[in-house]
């Protein structure tokens, strides 16, 4: 039985987090990374790639991109989970990749950059 009430606690929690997820917050800790991304209408490549329609989009395929072959042979697909998990550490995430940002340490930051992120369609049209 306690073990039970354990899960439950825990999923509880995660779900709560997942919903308190703020776009808002999200884009405010986004301009950390605007010196190499953009997103919206209009975006272009910069040092990094576009992130438009990320969520769903498999890793190192955006067209007119020059990636890393650890980028382009990692065969993720950019859930939120694998977001997270690359957001918190870049480069232990895929070794080799030239992203050359330390990552964020904030679990909150890092769901708020997802949140503003997933607003974005491969069009970079707010949805």
């Known amino acids: ?6 899960i439950l606690l825990f999923l509880s929690v995660q ?7 703020d776009p808002a917050a999200g884009e405010r800790v986004f301009r950390k990374c605007l010196a190499c991304h953009a997103v919206g209408e209009g975006a272009q490549h910069k040092v990094g790639p576009i992130l438009n329609g990320l969520i ?8 007119g991109y020059s990636y890393t072959d650890a980028n382009r042979n990692s065969k993720f697909v ?4 694998t977001l997270a998990n690359y957001l918190k550490n870049p480069k232990a995430a ?8 330390a990552g964020l340490p904030k679990p909150g930051d890092i769901e708020d950059v997802i949140a503003y992120l997933k607003q974005f369609g491969a069009d970079g049209k707010k949805q």
């Open 56 to 63: 769903g989009r498999p890793a190192g395929n955006y067209p």
């Open 78 to 81: 950019w859930d939120e989970a």
């Open 94 to 101: 895929i070794p080799g990749t030239k992203m050359e940002f």
């Open 1 to 6: 039985m306690r073990r039970t009430l354990t």
């Open 15 to 21: 779900s709560a987090t997942a919903l308190a997820a």
